[in-house]
Nanobody, 124 residues
């Protein structure tokens, strides 16, 4: 069993930056993929970024490529999402998730463990 706790959300002006953290308790095996998803009011949950736990391969949605960076610290069992050049359309609840089988990086159905979410609000 893996538990995920996100932190780092908040209110920021357009063009600003935030760094989200996701602390995992329980053992993260090498085959895991860790991901970030977001959900805005009235919209479906969408993929943002993912990273393979073992080798650190990264994947990004086109909408955040070049602005967001996902990373992990295996010693701390923590995943980060550095968000730069934030836009009002980035406003959403951001969720950290873990896919224990590493079956996909952008399909939320394959992620078995989810955090409670952290709110990110970008003002114009």
């Amino acid at each position: 069993q893996v538990q995920l706790v996100e932190s780092g959300g908040g209110l920021v002006q357009a063009g600003g930056s935030l760094r989200l953290s996701c602390a995992a308790s329980g053992h993260i095996f090498s085959r895991y993929v860790m991901g970030w998803f977001r959900q805005a009011p009235g919209k479906e949950r969408e993929f943002v970024a993912a990273i393979s736990w073992s080798v650190g391969s990264t994947y990004y949605a086109d909408s955040v490529k070049g602005r967001f960076t996902i990373s992990r610290d295996t010693a701390k069992n923590t995943v980060y999402l550095q968000m730069n050049s934030l836009k009002p359309e980035d406003t959403a609840v951001y969720y950290c998730a873990a896919d224990p089988m590493g079956a996909s990086y952008n399909d939320y159905a394959t992620y078995a463990y989810w955090g409670q979410g952290t709110q990110v609000t970008v003002s114009s």
